[in-house]
């Protein structure tokens, strides 16, 4: 993959900023609100992402949830692409991540980024980011914990993304994926101590 390295601070600057607005959407909040499923935040976890919305009960709600917070990922970095090149992608897929974890409207108590992770990595090199949804599927089908399956797929995906991205966009992932660890730190926690609820289970804390 060729990798344009042309800076321009400006226009980099404002694709993390338009990055981060579009990344602070609380789609997990406005689906589990439109399904009547009230304040997710009141629920579960208390989490915004897919895996909480889905105790909802509401199903249709947790997959436009997953399916839409991945895409605001991948729309912030393939629109920053194509307006201002591959150093304002990163930037804008940066700026994406952020305002999932830390949304400006929800006073930066946001999700856990899994899925935006996964968008994001999907937009900067596909390849790498289809192996990173594999991974995690693969993981899920063998241990059942969803948090255990994002983490190992987070742990590799610098590694796929180095490999089909380039160090730059490898970087960018490094970075989310660090993120993604310290998001997960109280799930680490309770798999340490093997606690940690199985897909289908009646309590979890992922996404």
């Not at 060729?2 to 579009?22: A, E, H, M, P, R």
């Not at 994001?120 to 089908?141: C, K, S, Y």
Request: hydrophobic letters at 55%; charged letters at 10%.
């Amino acid at each position: 993959m060729t990798f344009d390295f042309t800076l321009d601070w400006k226009n980099c600057g404002l694709s993390l900023v338009i990055g981060y607005l579009l990344g602070s959407i609380p789609f997990g909040l406005i689906f589990a609100w439109l399904a009547g499923a009230g304040d997710v935040r009141k629920i579960g976890s208390g989490n915004i992402g897919a895996t909480n919305v889905l105790r909802t009960g509401k199903r249709w709600a947790a997959v436009l949830t997953l399916v839409f917070d991945g895409g605001k990922g991948a729309v912030a970095v393939l629109v920053a692409r194509v307006l201002y090149g591959d150093v304002a992608a990163v930037c804008a897929g940066l700026g994406a991540f952020l305002g999932h974890l830390f949304p400006v409207w929800l006073r930066f108590k946001g999700g856990k980024g899994v899925a935006t992770f996964l968008g994001v990595t999907l937009a900067l090199a596909w390849p790498a980011g289809l192996l990173v949804a594999a991974t995690w599927l693969v993981a899920a089908a063998i241990w059942r914990i969803s948090s255990l399956s994002a983490l190992i797929a987070a742990a590799l995906a610098p590694l796929y993304t180095l490999y089909f991205g380039g160090p730059v966009n490898a970087l960018l992932v490094s970075l989310m994926a660090l993120l993604i660890f310290v998001m997960h730190r109280q799930n680490i926690a309770r798999l340490s101590r093997g606690e940690e609820p199985r897909i289908g289970g009646a309590k979890a804390s992922s996404t």
